[in-house]
């Protein structure tokens, strides 16, 4: 997310034929879903038991850059691809799924694109105009039109596949009639000409404008935009689309000078986000808050969600969230994106859900070929990564390769989205105090037999040192997922105590979720800024550089624009 | 050489000094004028404005305007760079891995289109309503008005997936072959999209310079040659050419500073490691040092470039010889 321009103008920037596309999108759609519980590497229930899985069984991986969607369709195709991902455009869909030789799976995203109000002037703040807006917009529709189906219309503040999604809040169903007569009910009132005039005034509402970015950049979102503006002008708003460069629109945003505006964010499995979004602490110039969103009510939850002691209060108090959300009406939320990637038929042991698609790590440990004889696998890179040091790399490129070294204490159920325990085996969390005064105490005891790749053990002392390192050096990147931590203790090699202050459900996936760096190099990196791990040789072994983790692939080169190599770690743990 | 050449020279030089200064200052405030900063594009709720304001600092853009300023003028006279905001790599590392690549792609098929858009205008002028002008003039004005991308993803579908004979991205193979077979690699990996920019830039070469040459070809001098009785290449290429060649050097030296500057829409067809995509980038992600470094390069390229067209212009013209002409 956080080179947010690049990639959303990339996902919306390449829809075209929409309607031609949408009937041949759905037969796509039923032939792909319907084929994965007979794909040839599931299990009888459909699942490989995760924890059963030994790998990696690959021996050479590499990450071949193709910048262009056309090459990477061709590439595939004509098998100098093995597996590509984030496949946006309908055509491409369309004719991969024809192919006997592709895999095409399909899950929901972590992703809403949403209308906002801003709710600090009027009429914005006018609750019935909310809701009647909310029930004039045709999102099944517009979802359908402009992204041929594979895109899913939503009415929530967290995307289905979200582990919180509450799906029983008030939904603003299309409905022009009952959006009419919500605003009658409210004391809203129509001109000769057709305009709004609000409750007790005479004169009609003046015009207004709905900000998104250039049809140049986001032909797809400002065609989006444009749909909601007609749909609001039927309902008698006088509102009209305002195109900017993205900057531009983002300044506008950050210093609340716009009435409405259109938005997408990419989310993760933890809901803590719609603190960021809603609470009143964070309408801030810049802040996310953007709507300007002030309820107490509401503030009050999301600080029991951020604060949240286990799982099940924080299950809670995020339903409720949303459920207060969904009655406020802040934004008007539009769709959510489904994830769509491919892999040859020709691998097998690969693993997917509705959850996850094929293209991640648990499939990279389990994937082989189908012939029986190992070869190099192709995996596709849409951009350069920008930098492998792990300590400044930020964008997701940078974690393709990244996340293939380095691990982290918690992983992700590919089916379920769940906790499963990695380099630590077990945890605890324990609160102590109240309020302010309170704090959080996280206990890990690490898997033994773990190694880094130059043959050192893995021990607490590494959880420690990067924890402390990150701490120190208020490196950005990991700022907020330490900021909290007080202390950290190594009763033992294989144990880890980390106390923050507060108490919050989430630091577990804070500190759980934080990539591990080998102690012994880590303590020589005076400046994290320029630290090129890749490119220093490795003390500890010969054909070694610094940039090893504890992961199950070595990195042996990175060719600019052209490829990064990997090879398997034969001494991971998990083999 | 006499005192008032050297003077124009002096003023020249002069002058040209003056307008890199100008493209330095226009370089930091535009960049600046610019609305957001590489920090303010970054809008993930995982990322607090407290985070932001390290990420802000570590990037210098707390300083003072006056103190940054001084940075960059610093980081640009010494051919220092500094790092870029988005890579966090040295600015002159990120550009020595691109510029050849660059540097040989648009190098070359720059050099191919004026060669061949070059012959084919002085033989289409030559053959004045004759089969090869019509073929010149109407593949010159096809060539030169399809947009790249249609025609680099043809020939990609052509030649890379329907008769597979050239590789569809980068300049090697994945794993890359070694020794004399890398080169080889790489010449291969090269080709189509070399052709491409080839077919799509001798168009205008081959019209601008026939209709130079037909010009020229009209001259009294040119039937005073031909009355002579001198050989008609001599004529055509001695004469006629050697007449049309300083308006054909100027627009070749004020071209060439294009070949650093990348091709954007080539690069990514065909997956290319080149400074144009990393300069759109650069703007787009405001990586003021990235794209500062670049601008300030290309700048200090074109004042060359125009300054050789200066100098070429009386070499090959014997008429414009500055000094000799005053004596």
């Given at each position: 997310?956080?080179?947010?321009?690049?990639?959303?103008?990339?996902?919306?920037?390449?829809?075209?034929?929409?309607?031609?596309?949408?009937?041949?999108?759905?037969?796509?759609?039923?032939?792909?879903?319907?084929?994965?519980?007979?794909?040839?590497?599931?299990?009888?229930?459909?699942?490989?038991?995760?924890?059963?899985?030994?790998?990696?069984?690959?021996?050479?991986?590499?990450?071949?850059?193709?910048?262009?969607?056309?090459?990477?369709?061709?590439?595939?195709?004509?098998?100098?691809?093995?597996?590509?991902?984030?496949?946006?455009?309908?055509?491409?869909?369309?004719?991969?799924?024809?192919?006997?030789?592709?895999?095409?799976?399909?899950?929901?995203?972590?992703?809403?694109?949403?209308?906002?109000?801003?709710?600090?002037?009027?009429?914005?703040?006018?609750?019935?105009?909310?809701?009647?807006?909310?029930?004039?917009?045709?999102?099944?529709?517009?979802?359908?039109?402009?992204?041929?189906?594979?895109?899913?219309?939503?009415?929530?503040?967290?995307?289905?596949?979200?582990?919180?999604?509450?799906?029983?809040?008030?939904?603003?169903?299309?409905?022009?009639?009952?959006?009419?007569?919500?605003?009658?009910?409210?004391?809203?009132?129509?001109?000769?000409?057709?305009?709004?005039?609000?409750?007790?005034?005479?004169?009609?509402?003046?015009?207004?404008?709905?900000?998104?970015?250039?049809?140049?950049?986001?032909?797809?979102?400002?065609?989006?935009?444009?749909?909601?503006?007609?749909?609001?002008?039927?309902?008698?708003?006088?509102?009209?689309?305002?195109?900017?460069?993205?900057?531009?629109?983002?300044?506008?945003?950050?210093?609340?000078?716009?009435?409405?505006?259109?938005?997408?964010?990419?989310?993760?499995?933890?809901?803590?986000?719609?603190?960021?979004?809603?609470?009143?602490?964070?309408?801030?110039?810049?802040?996310?808050?953007?709507?300007?969103?002030?309820?107490?009510?509401?503030?009050?939850?999301?600080?029991?969600?951020?604060?949240?002691?286990?799982?099940?209060?924080?299950?809670?108090?995020?339903?409720?969230?949303?459920?207060?959300?969904?009655?406020?009406?802040?934004?008007?939320?539009?769709?959510?994106?489904?994830?769509?990637?491919?892999?040859?038929?020709?691998?097998?042991?690969?693993?997917?859900?509705?959850?996850?698609?094929?293209?991640?790590?648990?499939?990279?440990?389990?994937?082989?070929?189908?012939?029986?004889?190992?070869?190099?696998?192709?995996?596709?890179?849409?951009?350069?990564?920008?930098?492998?040091?792990?300590?400044?790399?930020?964008?997701?490129?940078?974690?393709?390769?990244?996340?293939?070294?380095?691990?982290?204490?918690?992983?992700?159920?590919?089916?379920?989205?769940?906790?499963?325990?990695?380099?630590?085996?077990?945890?605890?969390?324990?609160?102590?105090?109240?309020?302010?005064?309170?704090?959080?105490?996280?206990?890990?005891?690490?898997?033994?037999?773990v190694t880094w790749q130059d043959g050192k053990p893995f021990t607490a002392e590494d959880v420690k040192e990067t924890i402390l390192y990150l701490k120190k050096h208020e490196i950005p990147r990991y700022f907020d997922q330490v900021n909290h931590v007080i202390s950290v203790e190594t009763p033992s090699s294989?144990?880890?105590?980390?106390?923050?202050?507060?108490?919050?459900?989430?630091?577990?996936?804070?500190?759980?979720?934080?990539?591990?760096?080998?102690?012994?190099?880590?303590?020589?990196?005076?400046?994290?800024?320029?630290?090129?791990?890749?490119?220093?040789?490795?003390?500890?072994?010969?054909?070694?550089?610094?940039?090893?983790?504890?992961?199950?692939?070595?990195?042996?080169?990175?060719?600019?624009?052209?490829?990064?190599?990997?090879?398997?770690?034969?001494?991971?743990?998990?083999? | 050489?006499?005192?008032?050449?050297?003077?124009?020279?002096?003023?020249?030089?002069?002058?040209?000094?003056?307008?890199?200064?100008?493209?330095?200052?226009?370089?930091?405030?535009?960049?600046?004028?610019?609305?957001?900063?590489?920090?303010?594009?970054?809008?993930?709720?995982?990322?607090?404005?407290?985070?932001?304001?390290?990420?802000?600092?570590?990037?210098?853009?707390?300083?003072?305007?006056?103190?940054?300023?001084?940075?960059?003028?610093?980081?640009?006279?010494?051919?220092?760079?500094?790092?870029?905001?988005?890579?966090?790599?040295?600015?002159?590392?990120?550009?020595?891995?691109?510029?050849?690549?660059?540097?040989?792609?648009?190098?070359?098929?720059?050099?191919?289109?004026?060669?061949?858009?070059?012959?084919?205008?002085?033989?289409?002028?030559?053959?004045?309503?004759?089969?090869?002008?019509?073929?010149?003039?109407?593949?010159?004005?096809?060539?030169?008005?399809?947009?790249?991308?249609?025609?680099?993803?043809?020939?990609?579908?052509?030649?890379?997936?329907?008769?597979?004979?050239?590789?569809?991205?980068?300049?090697?193979?994945?794993?890359?072959?070694?020794?004399?077979?890398?080169?080889?690699?790489?010449?291969?990996?090269?080709?189509?999209?070399?052709?491409?920019?080839?077919?799509?830039?001798?168009?205008?070469?081959?019209?601008?310079?026939?209709?130079?040459?037909?010009?020229?070809?009209?001259?009294?001098?040119?039937?005073?040659?031909?009355?002579?009785?001198?050989?008609?290449?001599?004529?055509?290429?001695?004469?006629?050419?050697?007449?049309?060649?300083?308006?054909?050097?100027?627009?070749?030296?004020?071209?060439?500073?294009?070949?650093?500057?990348?091709?954007?829409?080539t690069e990514t067809v065909f997956s290319l490691h080149g400074v144009g995509k990393f300069l759109l980038d650069s703007i787009l992600g405001h990586d003021y040092p990235a794209a500062g470094a670049a601008f300030y390069l290309l700048a200090i390229i074109t004042?060359?470039?125009?300054?050789?067209?200066?100098?070429?212009?009386?070499?090959?013209?014997?008429?414009?010889?500055?000094?000799?002409?005053?004596?």
């Amino acid at each position: 997310m956080l080179y947010f321009v690049n990639k959303h103008v990339r996902e919306m920037g390449k829809m075209t034929k929409a309607l031609r596309t949408y009937f041949l999108f759905i037969v796509t759609f039923i032939v792909c879903v319907s084929s994965l519980p007979s794909a040839p590497s599931m299990g009888m229930d459909g699942k490989i038991d995760i924890n059963s899985i030994r790998g990696p069984k690959i021996k050479d991986l590499y990450m071949v850059i193709y910048r262009d969607p056309d090459s990477q369709i061709l590439a595939l195709e004509t098998g100098k691809l093995d597996v590509l991902s984030d496949i946006i455009r309908p055509v491409d869909i369309k004719r991969l799924a024809a192919r006997d030789d592709i895999l095409l799976t399909l899950s929901e995203g972590f992703h809403i694109f949403f209308m906002g109000f801003n709710l600090r002037e009027f009429p914005w703040n006018d609750l019935a105009l909310r809701k009647a807006l909310s029930h004039a917009v045709p999102r099944k529709k517009i979802v359908r039109d402009l992204f041929a189906g594979y895109c899913m219309p939503v009415s929530t503040y967290l995307p289905p596949v979200s582990p919180y999604y509450e799906p029983n809040v008030t939904h603003y169903d299309y409905d022009p009639d009952k959006a009419r007569s919500i605003l009658s009910e409210a004391g809203w009132r129509w001109s000769k000409e057709g305009v709004l005039i609000p409750p007790g005034k005479e004169k009609p509402l003046k015009k207004v404008y709905l900000l998104c970015p250039t049809a140049q950049a986001a032909p797809t979102t400002a065609e989006l935009a444009a749909r909601i503006v007609d749909s609001f002008v039927s309902l008698g708003l006088p509102v009209e689309l305002q195109m900017l460069d993205f900057s531009m629109m983002i300044k506008r945003l950050d210093k609340h000078d716009f009435d409405l505006f259109v938005m997408a964010w990419s989310l993760s499995r933890d809901p803590d986000n719609l603190f960021a979004f809603f609470h009143s602490s964070m309408d801030t110039e810049g802040g996310y808050n953007i709507q300007g969103l002030h309820d107490q009510a509401i503030d009050e939850v999301l600080e029991k969600l951020r604060w949240a002691k286990d799982k099940e209060s924080a299950t809670a108090y995020a339903k409720e969230a949303q459920r207060m959300l969904s009655e406020k009406a802040p934004w008007i939320p539009i769709y959510s994106r489904y994830m769509i990637s491919a892999i040859r038929k020709d691998w097998k042991g690969v693993i997917y859900s509705k959850k996850t698609t094929a293209d991640n790590m648990w499939s990279l440990l389990n994937m082989e070929p189908k012939a029986g004889k190992m070869r190099p696998l192709y995996w596709c890179l849409p951009e350069d990564p920008r930098t492998l040091n792990p300590l400044a790399a930020s964008s997701a490129y940078d974690w393709s390769v990244l996340g293939l070294i380095y691990e982290s204490l918690i992983a992700t159920d590919p089916y379920t989205m769940d906790d499963v325990p990695w380099l630590a085996k077990q945890w605890s969390v324990e609160t102590k105090g109240t309020g302010e005064n309170s704090s959080t105490i996280l206990r890990f005891h690490l898997r033994k037999g773990v190694t880094w790749q130059d043959g050192k053990p893995f021990t607490a002392e590494d959880v420690k040192e990067t924890i402390l390192y990150l701490k120190k050096h208020e490196i950005p990147r990991y700022f907020d997922q330490v900021n909290h931590v007080i202390s950290v203790e190594t009763p033992s090699s294989q144990e880890v105590i980390v106390t923050l202050d507060r108490t919050s459900y989430w630091y577990l996936h804070n500190i759980g979720g934080l990539p591990i760096f080998p102690a012994h190099l880590l303590r020589n990196v005076k400046d994290w800024k320029s630290w090129r791990p890749e490119r220093l040789n490795n003390p500890n072994g010969p054909k070694l550089t610094q940039l090893i983790g504890t992961g199950p692939f070595i990195f042996t080169e990175y060719k600019p624009g052209e490829f990064v190599h990997l090879i398997r770690y034969d001494g991971y743990w998990k083999r | 050489m006499t005192r008032i050449f050297r003077n124009y020279w002096t003023r020249r030089i002069a002058g040209s000094i003056a307008v890199l200064l100008m493209v330095l200052v226009l370089n930091f405030f535009l960049f600046r004028i610019m609305p957001g900063d590489p920090v303010s594009t970054i809008i993930d709720p995982h990322f607090s404005p407290q985070a932001k304001m390290h990420l802000r600092s570590q990037f210098g853009l707390d300083l003072p305007l006056y103190r940054q300023f001084y940075l960059y003028v610093k980081s640009l006279v010494t051919f220092n760079f500094g790092h870029s905001f988005l890579s966090q790599k040295p600015v002159w590392e990120e550009l020595k891995t691109r510029i050849p690549n660059t540097v040989f792609l648009l190098g070359t098929a720059f050099l191919l289109s004026a060669a061949l858009g070059t012959w084919l205008g002085v033989k289409a002028a030559h053959k004045r309503g004759g089969v090869l002008e019509k073929v010149v003039l109407v593949a010159g004005s096809i060539s030169f008005s399809f947009p790249s991308f249609f025609v680099q993803l043809v020939l990609l579908l052509v030649f890379g997936w329907a008769i597979p004979i050239f590789p569809i991205r980068g300049s090697l193979s994945v794993p890359p072959p070694e020794g004399i077979m890398a080169l080889w690699d790489f010449l291969w990996h090269m080709t189509l999209p070399i052709s491409s920019l080839v077919l799509l830039g001798f168009g205008s070469w081959a019209i601008y310079v026939r209709n130079l040459m037909i010009k020229t070809l009209s001259e009294d001098y040119i039937l005073l040659a031909r009355a002579k009785g001198l050989p008609e290449n001599k004529v055509l290429w001695g004469h006629a050419f050697r007449a049309s060649l300083p308006p054909i050097v100027t627009m070749f030296l004020l071209a060439l500073p294009g070949i650093l500057s990348g091709a954007v829409i080539t690069e990514t067809v065909f997956s290319l490691h080149g400074v144009g995509k990393f300069l759109l980038d650069s703007i787009l992600g405001h990586d003021y040092p990235a794209a500062g470094a670049a601008f300030y390069l290309l700048a200090i390229i074109t004042i060359i470039c125009n300054l050789a067209a200066d100098f070429a212009y009386g070499l090959v013209d014997p008429r414009i010889r500055l000094g000799r002409k005053m004596e």
